[in-house]
Each structure stands twice: as structure tokens, then as C-alpha cells.
């Protein structure tokens, strides 16, 4: 075989693959919006999916419900007793709140303004199996944009990292590829709250010698525009210190649910705009 | 490729990828996913012309990538690469046995969490570092070499199927 036909069977491979690497690490997390073949499948697929997710939920929930009642008499009574204490620990709550109240209007603190929250139901989950990303039904027509914040009832859930008509894909915080900055609560230490997949994040870039322990609450800081402040995003499962290197290993457990995320709310508050795009001129 | 056939592919891409979107995260494990599209590249390349599975490979891996973090060609780079390497080996090798195709078919798995990996690697993600990915990977890399050939041998049931249904129409028609 000649050298130059080797060479040309060699050459469309390489030059495919190089292609594609280039491409892949020029669209990486540039694009505002999902492209319009993304968009058109999203739009596509998921009224499929939120038909076939809705009639597995339907299922799922009679089948419980068969299980729930089961033991219903004894928990019951464990709920009594548990409701006895979620009484007091509210009484405490509320004169907490109102203590609160007095000394922000002493100090004469604004009253932070409440941001309006979008309910949107999680229609799909990333097909692969090996990021985790969700689809939600909610996208530009109810005026949800790239960025925005997205939570359940018991803390941060991701942020939304494309939009079309009517779906939106969020990133959740357990994706390797989600940083939030965070504070932990009690002794207001600093990192960056990374994801680890399956349940678990890292606080990474804590100092060895900051005071973080088992069961501290860790809160969104509010930095980097994207997240509002105060946002519960877990607590502190496990704090390792190293005999050696700058930063100790914190392990925290997301506050939110995520094997069972059905129904999640999109904080309505546009993310401030990029001085680097402003400054370039780019309206993406 | 008859217009029935084209459209027996789209119900059963559509299914694959519901099955994916939806039952996956509420039923199975992550270690125990097969990538159902991986399956259905695989088999197009058994019995589909080249040119037919590149394109399937393509359509198949923008699908995937729809859902995903990352922004388009990653899977399609996958599936094409998949395409190329067992369009060949079917035709060379002896990979109508059902012991070779599971083996393939857990390499074919192995090649693809490990692009993954890689990928993640490279853009410094935390996922890469923990150590239960490899656990991950080994496993659907087991559960896909002792399933897949199963799920071919489905598909290739299909397929006769449907060509026996054209002879006897065929036939009818004369």
C-alpha cells in the first residue's frame, strides 16, 4: 500500500476526533439557551416523559399507600408523640422570630425583600447515568433564564443551566461539574460546596486549622450572584484532618432529597449579568 | 430499510430513551445501567449497512447529549467510535457468538464510562476523583456483557420478524 493512501486513512479519524474534542471544549457551558435541535427534542420527549414518569408515580403511590397501612396504628402514636415536641420546639421558634423581628427594626436592618418562587414538577433525569442533571417543566415562557437558583422544601437543589419553550435542565449540586459557595452556619467559615455524585458533596478549600464539626448546617453565601444567600444546602457528615496539606476534607450531606425530587420551585431573581460579558459586549 | 422498519427504530429509540430518562433513576441502581443506546448502536452495526449506523450513531449520541451537562458531540463521538470499531470486527471476527459479544459489548461499556471519566477528569470534576466511579464503571460494565447479548438477541428477533412480515406481504401482493 502507498504512503499516502496510509496516511489518508489515517488522517479522517484524527481529524474527526481532534474536531470533536474542539468542539466539545468550545460549547462547554457557553450557550444561554438549549440549541434549537436540543430545544426541539426537550420539546418532543418531555410530554412523553411527564406522562410515562406521572403513571409510574401513580403506581408508586398506591403501592405505598397499601404498605403505609401497615403499622399505621403504631406510628401514629410515634407521630403524637412527635407532634407534642414540634409544638414546643415552634412555641421556642416563634419567640425566637419575634425576638428577631425587634432587634432588626432596632437596628434598623431592611427587611430583605421576598423572592418570588416559580413551582415547576422534575419531568426527566439525565439519561446516562453518570452526571446528574434533571428536566423540569418550566422554561422560557414562564420567564425562567439560564442560572437562576433552583430548591425544594429542604434546601438547594441545582441551577438552571438551559432553557427552551417550556423545559428547563438544572444541574444539581451533586454533579461534579456544580460549585455553590458556602458559609457554615455557626462558625461562618468559608469554601466552595462541590459535588460528588450519589448523595454526597465536598466544602472544598477549608483551611486545616477552621473550626467545622460534625452537624453543622452549611448555607449558601450568596457569592458569585447566582444563589441567594442563607440557601440551607446540607449539613457536615464527616470532617477529616490530614497530618499534612492546607485544607481539611468535609464531607456534607445534601439537605435536599434527591432520590425523591418531584416537585422543585425556580428562585425568580435574574442572575446579575457577567462584567466580563458586559465589558466584551456579548448579550449571552 | 422500509418505512415500517424506520419506524419500529423511532418506537424503540423512543422507549430507550423514556426508559433512561424516567425508570432509571427511580428503579435501578447506577452500578446495574445499561446504556440502552450503546445496545442499539451495537446491533445496527451487526445488521445495518455502515453508512445506516453512523447515522443512527449520530442521531442516537445528540439524544443523549440533550440531557447532559455538557454541550453536544461527546456522545456522538462515543457511539460513532462504537460504530466503527464493531462494523468491522462483525464482519472479521467471530462475533455472532453470543460469549464474544458479551464480551465486546462489556469493552464497548468500559470505553464509554471511561471516556466519561476522562472527560471529567479534564475539566477537574469532583466525581472523577471519588473511587465507587470505578466500582460504577466495573459493574455496568458486567451487567451490560451479561445482559447486552440478550437485548441483541431481542433485536435480532425483531428484525427477522419483520422481515418475515415483508415476505408474506410481499408474497400476498404477487
Known amino acids: 500500500m502507498p504512503v499516502t493512501s496510509q496516511l489518508r486513512k489515517f ?3 484524527i481529524l474527526i476526533f481532534l474536531l470533536a474534542l474542539s468542539l466539545i471544549s468550545a460549547n462547554f457551558h457557553t450557550h444561554k439557551n438549549m440549541s434549537f435541535l436540543e430545544s426541539l427534542v426537550v420539546e418532543i420527549t418531555a410530554p412523553v416523559q411527564k406522562v410515562v414518569r406521572d403513571v409510574v408515580k401513580g403506581v408508586g403511590d398506591v403501592w405505598r399507600g397499601y404498605f403505609h397501612l401497615v403499622g399505621l396504628e403504631s406510628e401514629n402514636t410515634a407521630l403524637k408523640g412527635e407532634l407534642q415536641e414540634l409544638r414546643r420546639q415552634l412555641n421556642d421558634y416563634r419567640e425566637a422570630y419575634l425576638a428577631n423581628q425587634r432587634l432588626r427594626a432596632l437596628l434598623n436592618f431592611k427587611k430583605s425583600i421576598a423572592t418570588p418562587l416559580l413551582p415547576a414538577e422534575v419531568v426527566a ?13 418550566k422554561g422560557k415562557k414562564d420567564r425562567v433564564v439560564r442560572d437562576m437558583a433552583v430548591v425544594s422544601a429542604d434546601g438547594l437543589v441545582g441551577r438552571v443551566i438551559g432553557v427552551s419553550a417550556h423545559h428547563a435542565k438544572v444541574l444539581l449540586i451533586l454533579d461534579g461539574n456544580s460549585a455553590v459557595d458556602a458559609l457554615v452556619q455557626r462558625s461562618r467559615v468559608r469554601g466552595i460546596l462541590a459535588g460528588r455524585g450519589r448523595q454526597r458533596c ?22 458569585g450572584g447566582v444563589f441567594p444567600k442563607g440557601l440551607l444546602l446540607g449539613k457536615v457528615e464527616n470532617v477529616v484532618r490530614g497530618s499534612s496539606g492546607l485544607f481539611q476534607t468535609v464531607e456534607v450531606e445534601p439537605a435536599a432529597d434527591f432520590s425523591r425530587l418531584e416537585e422543585v420551585m425556580v428562585v425568580v431573581q435574574p442572575p446579575p449579568e457577567d462584567p466580563a460579558r458586559i465589558g466584551s459586549g456579548k448579550s449571552s | 430499510m422500509t418505512i415500517r422498519n424506520v419506524f419500529v427504530y423511532l418506537v424503540l429509540i423512543l422507549g430507550a430513551y423514556l426508559f433512561q430518562t424516567v425508570l432509571y433513576p427511580l428503579f435501578i441502581l447506577p452500578e446495574l445501567r445499561i446504556d440502552l443506546f450503546l445496545i442499539l448502536v451495537i446491533h445496527s ?11 443512527l450513531a449520530l442521531f442516537l449520541g445528540l439524544l443523549m447529549d440533550v440531557g447532559l451537562p455538557l454541550k453536544g458531540f461527546f456522545h456522538p463521538l462515543i457511539y460513532l467510535g462504537v460504530a466503527l470499531l464493531a462494523s468491522p470486527l462483525w464482519h472479521n471476527l467471530n462475533l455472532h457468538s453470543r460469549h464474544y459479544q458479551a464480551i465486546f459489548i462489556g469493552i464497548c461499556a468500559m470505553l464509554e464510562g471511561g471516556a466519561i471519566w476522562i472527560i471529567l477528569r479534564l475539566q477537574g470534576a469532583e466525581l472523577a476523583e471519588v473511587p465507587n466511579m470505578l466500582q460504577i464503571l466495573v459493574w455496568r460494565s458486567l451487567t451490560s456483557s451479561l445482559v447486552g447479548p440478550f437485548l441483541l ?15 408474506l406481504q410481499e408474497s400476498k401482493q404477487g
Open chain 2, 153 to 167: 438477541s431481542a433485536l435480532e428477533r425483531l428484525d427477522q420478524w419483520l422481515s418475515t412480515l415483508m415476505v
Open chain 2, 45 to 55: 452495526s451487526f445488521s445495518q449497512g455502515k453508512s445506516r449506523t453512523l447515522v
Open chain 1, 11 to 13: 488522517l479522517l479519524p
Open chain 1, 125 to 137: 433525569f439525565d439519561p446516562s447515568g453518570w452526571f446528574q442533571t434533571i428536566l423540569i417543566d
Open chain 1, 202 to 223: 465536598l466544602l472544598k478549600y477549608v483551611q486545616r486549622n477552621e473550626d467545622v464539626q460534625k452537624g453543622d448546617q452549611v448555607i449558601s453565601s450568596g457569592m
